[in-house]
């Protein structure tokens, strides 16, 4: 690991020099980037176990090389000392991606996204090509997605397999107009990455195939949608099917090398189209709809949610001094039918932002979000509505270079559970005020004062929240040097729970106090050196006064070279 950072570094710092060079060879390439080392440490005291490690050391680079014709070769490294054991992806990443008018390259560590249901949420370790020659693309990427991870039962660490996947697109036309794109994508978990196989997680393998499209609908309307289909098998140590039909044992053959068949593969397809009206400027009326079959899986793409129907109505409106939008939505579950009971969601959200004057402006929310099964007499039905409302002023005064900013807000939340057995128990109701003062004199001092109060409710309990902070920062030397701080004290009260009938009761009142240092002078046009500190100190009230409270401490020095 000591080499591998030293050799990044020093890769990093030679690029640095050659592109800084004055040689004539040199002169129509233009190099800029920055380099940063940190060095971040940790104490505290209270807790039985180590939330971060005492030390950590870091370097991270972002070198931007542009060649003549416009071909743009980005490098990036993030290097650090911490173990990044049990995490699907190191912490340790170095990756290019070099880019020029018609294409773009990846090596290394990248993400890059071909369409919503195949490949749009994996990081890879590898490599990939995207051209986009006229109206031509091509695209082909392969790496490893997931890296193996021993479980490990003491810190609560989850296995994971190894897992390489690759994906192919191929199509005609740009994003932005009409185009016909086809998508495939395979990826594949290696049983054999781990010493002994996991009793929680089988290994996986997976095919999808995609067609996105999308244009203009004549003058006011654009449409934009894709459909796919998938096979996931969730355990490729499963007995493999026998079928009678020889026709199809056939046609599962030949998809073999592509995506293992047996009794846990699951096909199912999946589909989203989007159409946006624009018949004046100031209105769009966006009309939405996503329909994911029950078995439908792509593993880049693991965010989608399966066995949901959407549709959504959003309207915009946009005006001088106004813009408002809302939306209008209905989800629904058991998109094949096979279960006992049907999720209905409704969702009613509104938007309005308005200046009122040059100085006063407004901003209010409001969402209804309710959830019904179709089990209506079952004591075990979900019916429930969640509410909330938001409304946030603002007011500015300017004189001169100097500025007052007042910022005012109050967001309510509630949760309505008409479930027969536990509604009364789980409905909750929050009220949340803010209060926001920033000011600027002009001279290099700023000032920033908050106040935020919540209140929670339930059928039994009631608990509030206190929050104050001040932050202060002044720009001295004109501008090098940079000096901030900031106090915040929290409290929290909690009713108490009496042990016996009889015994009184006390409310417990917990308090913490935060203090921020900063200070960050810049030694150059290219160099910056910054330096933080952070103190939080907590403390249990009554009748929890004698355990032990909580401290940390951390603590940040940085240098940064721009260039």
């Not at 039985?48 to 005492?54: A, E, L, M």
């Not at 959830?371 to 938001?390: G, I, M, W």
């Not at 600027?440 to 929670?456: E, H, I, K, R």
């Not at 059928?459 to 509030?464: S, V």
């Amino acid at each position: 690991m000591v080499h591998r950072v030293r050799l990044t570094a020093s890769v990093l710092l030679a690029l640095v020099s050659v592109a800084s060079a004055d040689g004539q060879s040199l002169r129509r390439v233009q190099v800029n980037g920055s380099l940063t080392t940190s060095a971040d440490f940790y104490s505290q005291t209270g807790r039985r176990y180590d939330v971060r490690p005492p030390a950590v050391g870091g370097i991270q680079g972002q070198i931007n090389v542009t060649l003549p014709g416009g071909i743009t070769l980005p490098f990036s490294a993030y290097i650090s000392t911490e173990g990044d054991a049990g995490y699907q992806q190191p912490f340790n990443q170095i990756g290019a991606s070099p880019a020029w008018r018609w294409g773009r390259a990846h090596g290394g560590y990248f993400s890059t996204r071909f369409t919503d249901l195949t490949l749009a949420d994996a990081r890879l370790l590898g490599g990939g090509l995207e051209l986009t020659p006229g109206p031509v693309r091509v695209g082909a990427v392969y790496g490893r997605a997931q890296r193996a991870v021993e479980a490990d039962s003491l810190r609560g660490r989850l296995p994971l397999f190894e897992r390489q996947l690759a994906a192919v697109q191929l199509g005609v036309g740009r994003e932005t107009g009409w185009h016909l794109w086809l998508t495939g994508l395979r990826a594949k978990d290696d049983a054999a990455s781990l010493n002994a196989l996991p009793t929680t997680i089988r290994p996986e393998e997976n095919l999808v195939l995609s067609a996105a499209f999308g244009g203009r609908v004549g003058r006011y309307a654009s449409l934009r949608g894709e459909v796919a289909g998938s096979a996931w098998t969730g355990n490729t140590l499963s007995d493999t099917l026998a079928l009678d039909d020889p026709d199809l044992q056939v046609w599962l053959d030949r998809l073999d090398p592509l995506v293992k068949i047996n009794a846990s593969t699951r096909l199912d397809y999946a589909g989203t189209a989007t159409l946006d009206v624009t018949p004046v400027p100031m209105l769009t009326v966006g009309l939405q709809g996503r329909l994911v079959g029950p078995g439908f899986k792509s593993l880049g793409a693991q965010q989608t949610e399966a066995d949901v129907l959407d549709v959504l109505v959003a309207p915009t409106l946009r005006l001088s001094r106004v813009q408002a939008a809302v939306r209008v939505g209905l989800r629904q579950n058991n998109v094949a039918g096979t279960r006992l009971e049907t999720r209905h969601r409704a969702l009613y959200a509104a938007n309005v932002a308005a200046r009122l004057t040059d100085a006063l402006s407004v901003t209010v929310d409001a969402s209804n979000y309710g959830l019904r099964t179709s089990q209506e007499v079952d004591t075990l039905r979900v019916a429930s509505v969640a509410r909330s409302f938001s409304i946030a002023p603002a007011y500015t005064i300017r004189r001169g270079r100097a500025s007052h900013s007042l910022t005012g807000a109050y967001a309510y939340q509630d949760l309505v559970d008409e479930n027969l057995t536990s509604g009364r128990e789980t409905a909750t109701r929050n009220h949340t005020f803010t209060a926001t003062h920033a000011w600027a004199l002009g001279n290099g001092l700023a000032l920033t004062t908050n106040a935020t109060y919540v209140s929670g409710l339930t059928r039994d309990l009631t608990t509030t929240m206190l929050t104050l902070s001040e932050n202060v920062q002044h720009r001295l030397m004109r501008g090098k040097l940079t000096l901030g701080g900031g106090l915040s004290y929290t409290q929290s009260t909690v009713p108490g729970t009496p042990t016996t009938p009889s015994a009184a009761v006390s409310d417990q009142t917990d308090r913490g106090v935060n203090t921020r240092l900063r200070a960050a002078y810049r030694l150059s046009r290219q160099s910056t050196f910054e330096a933080s500190a952070n103190t939080r100190l907590f403390r249990y009230g009554a009748p929890r006064a004698g355990q032990d409270g909580l401290r940390e401490g951390t603590a940040r020095v940085a240098y940064t070279y721009s260039f």
